[in-house]
């Protein structure tokens, strides 16, 4: 069967426009971390990609949007595995195993990501959509635990689960970042830990 020419035409657009905007948030990336989000600026980003700015807003529709797509892609949600048939416990230890895995890469990430957060806090627009980014994934996050583990088996509502699961991983990961010898691998074992204890506690 012969190739379909305009799927093989959308095909390559679709590679190149991946590769502009990788391009693009590896420019940002060095840049933010050279001078940070405030002292870095669109023209800055094109001429370190070797581009335009026409580039940046044929792929993005202003800075705080390229900026919070970078900010998403250098800290991406973190994923474990796990069986589906293991028990909340064991689902719990596979996320402390996951983020303890995961701490080379996020170590690397630390300081943009604290910097965005404080550019976040002073700019109303990328505030907004911060919160709506993480609203999206604590939706995805709870359904995910709707669909995988009974409702009496979790130690509270799903919906609440998955701001405390959050904020324990945000936690765990700067004050280890900051003080590596007080919060050695046992303590994130416990934090998860916890909360598959509560989930046993009789009601």
């Known amino acids: 069967m012969a190739a379909d020419p305009t799927t093989d035409t959308q095909r390559r657009r679709g590679d190149k426009r991946d590769r502009t905007r990788a391009a693009l948030l590896d420019a940002a990336l060095s840049l933010t971390r050279e001078r940070g989000f405030e002292r870095t600026t669109l023209a800055d980003v094109a001429e370190r990609a070797g581009m335009t700015t026409g580039a940046i807003y044929g792929n993005f529709r202003n800075r705080d949007a390229l900026f919070m797509a970078l900010a998403e892609r250098q800290w991406a949600p973190i994923r474990p595995r796990f ?14 195993e996951a983020l303890l895995a995961a701490l080379p890469e996020r170590r690397e990430a630390a300081v943009g990501a604290l910097t965005f ?53 945000e936690g765990l990961l700067f004050q280890r970042f900051l003080t590596p010898e007080l919060v050695p691998d046992e303590v994130f074992y416990a934090a998860f830990g916890a909360l598959a204890a509560d989930s046993r506690r009789p009601a």
């Open 117 to 169: 957060r404080a550019y976040a806090l002073t700019h109303e627009e990328v505030r907004v959509q911060y919160r709506d980014a993480m609203a999206r994934g604590y939706e995805t996050g709870a359904a995910w635990f709707r669909t995988l583990v009974a409702a009496d088996d979790l130690p509270m509502p799903p919906e609440v689960l998955v701001r405390v699961i959050n904020a324990l991983i």
């Open 83 to 96: 069986r589906p048939d293991s028990s909340f416990a064991e689902k719990m230890r596979a996320v402390a």
